[in-house]
C-alpha cells in the first residue's frame, strides 16, 4: 500500500548518478594534480643553478640514448644468405607490407561467400 515504485526507481538513480559524478570529480583533482606536478618537476628547476641544470639535462640525454647492435655474421655458409635477407633494411618493410596485404586478401569477400 506504502509502496512506490516511482520512488524507488528515482532513488536508485540518483544514488547511481551522485557516486559515478562524485567519482568522476574525484578521478579528474586527482589526475590534474598528479599531471601539475609532472609537469611542474620536468619543467620547473626553480632550486637548481645553471649548472645542475645542464647537468640534469645530460644525465637526461644520456639516459636516452642506446647502443647500436652490430651482430656478426654467422660461420656457416648455408646461414649466410638468410642472414643478408634479413638484416637489409627493406626487409622490416616487406614484411610489413605482406602481412598488411595479407589481412586485406583475409578481410576481402570472394565471389560465392
Known amino acids: 500500500r506504502d509502496a512506490n515504485p516511482a520512488a524507488f526507481l528515482f532513488y536508485v538513480a540518483f544514488i ?11 578521478v579528474g583533482v586527482i589526475f ?9 618537476s620536468q619543467t620547473s628547476s626553480i632550486h637548481l643553478s645553471d649548472a645542475q641544470k645542464e647537468w640534469a639535462e645530460m644525465i637526461r640525454a644520456v639516459l636516452r ?3 647500436i647492435k652490430i651482430v656478426p655474421p654467422p660461420a656457416a655458409l648455408w646461414r649466410k644468405p638468410a642472414f643478408a635477407v634479413t638484416t637489409h633494411r627493406l ?13 586485406l586478401l583475409m578481410a ?5 561467400e
Open 91 to 103: 626487409f622490416d618493410p616487406f614484411i610489413t607490407a605482406a602481412i598488411v596485404a595479407n589481412v
Open 108 to 112: 576481402a569477400g570472394w565471389h560465392g
Open 16 to 26: 547511481v548518478l551522485c557516486a559515478f559524478s562524485l567519482l568522476n570529480l574525484y
Open 32 to 40: 590534474y594534480q598528479f599531471s601539475r606536478i609532472r609537469t611542474l
Open 65 to 67: 640514448m642506446q647502443p
